[in-house]
């Protein structure tokens, strides 16, 4: 069974432009969450899609937006680009489940997008 | 929210011998995962363990939720092993936002 693919692997952008990544979870997996990672905040949550919908947001400006389509796949865009905002963006996925105050499937992550702002 | 810290936040050790990660979690939690976080970025999934002790050839681990700990066990360390550790940790009703530690950033020497 393939693992989370992400593309592309390596970015690089200017301050001002705008940049779509995207993430196919595995195969039957319905939810689809985005982490930062950078080395003075660490990994932090973006947000989470199930079904096509955000039910999970983590604290970040509206700059970042994600969206899901109804194959899974999802992709998470970041306009007018910042210097802070050059990190590790990874994608993971799950079987997920409807209800929110159940969980009962790992995260399993892809290899990330290295994006660069200059 | 929930703080996630785990200890020791460095660690050096000689090929073959055995070393223990602790997580320590504020708060009442839904699972645990712990990840081990390559030299390229990838997050490769440990263990899932909201409870007990699982082990996985050189590695085990054993999560107290009672008392809000998890333990990551590795014994005869190889190379391979280095890298960073990460343990994150699900909250009740959080659906899939993980909360991730700081890491422990471990080096495995000759």
């Known amino acids: 069974k393939a693992g989370v693919t992400q593309t592309p692997r390596y970015l690089i952008k200017t301050r001002g432009q705008q940049v779509t990544l995207s993430c196919s979870p595995i195969?039957?997996?319905?939810?689809v969450s985005w982490y930062q990672q950078t080395p003075g905040q660490g990994l932090q949550f973006l947000f989470e899609?199930?079904?096509?919908?955000?039910?999970n947001k983590g604290n970040f400006p509206g700059r970042f937006s994600g969206r899901q389509f109804s194959n899974s796949r999802s992709e998470m865009n970041v306009s007018t680009l910042e210097l802070g905002d050059s990190a590790l963006y990874l994608c993971?996925?799950?079987?997920?489940?409807?209800?929110?105050?159940?969980?009962?499937?790992?995260?399993?992550f892809g290899n990330g997008t290295r994006l660069t702002v200059t | 929210g929930i703080q996630v810290e785990q200890s020791p936040p460095d660690l050096i050790l000689q090929e073959g011998a055995n070393s223990t990660l602790r997580c320590n979690f504020s708060?009442?939690?839904?699972?645990l995962q712990w990840f081990h976080q390559n030299p390229w970025g990838q997050l490769i999934n440990l263990f899932y363990?909201?409870?007990g002790t699982k082990q996985n050839g050189r590695l085990s681990a054993t999560t107290v939720a009672t008392e809000r700990y998890s333990l990551l066990y590795i014994s005869s360390s190889q190379t391979t092993d280095s890298g960073v550790y990460f343990c994150?940790?699900?909250?009740?009703?959080?659906?899939?936002?993980?909360?991730f530690g700081t890491g422990t950033q471990l080096k495995v020497e000759l």
């Open positions: 993971a996925s799950s079987l997920g489940d409807r209800d929110l105050l159940i969980h009962n499937s790992p995260l399993h």
């Open positions: 994150a940790v699900l909250l009740t009703g959080g659906g899939n936002k993980l909360t």
């Open positions: 195969s039957g997996h319905r939810s």
């Open positions: 708060d009442s939690v839904n699972n």
């Open positions: 899609y199930f079904s096509e919908t955000q039910r």
């Open positions: 363990i909201p409870s």
